[in-house]
């Protein structure tokens, strides 16, 4: 996105500042519309509840990552970004590397069964951390997946929400 993205969501969304903040209001977490101008035009940094109430209200779980991998200092260093992917891409991806870790297992053992990783076990021991960190992200991409799924009603949420135990 080339401007700011909490405006160009709404813009696609066809609402207007006044439209968001009467939504915001509806749910109890009310936002004035200067305050979203401000935000909006990079004159006001956005807090973390108010990422929040806008992704609720836009239906775009993605903010929420937007916001801690770009905005937030702590997120900057320890979130990655995740593209929404559709779910045949993300499924492809997460078998690719638990194959691709599988066959690394039993080397594995060897650089961590002493509790030392020696000079000569870095490359592989580095290796096999990316893959982990791959893994890693291609699951947070399916819990977003999963988020975008259950925010356009495509997942029924009450039946999500009884098998998940919450």
Known sequence: MSGNIYKEIRKKH?????????RASLINNPIQPERLERIENDKFPIVPEEVMLLSEIYGEPSLCNYYCSNECTIGQKYVPEIKVKDLAQIVLEMLASL????????????????????DDEIKDFVFIQNELEHISITVETLQLWVEQMLAEEKINLKKYNEIKGR
């Open 14 to 22: 066809g609402l207007t500042r006044d439209e968001v903040c009467n």
């Open 99 to 118: 194959n691709s870790l599988k066959k690394r297992q039993e080397r594995m053992v060897e650089i961590t069964v002493d509790g030392i990783i020696d």
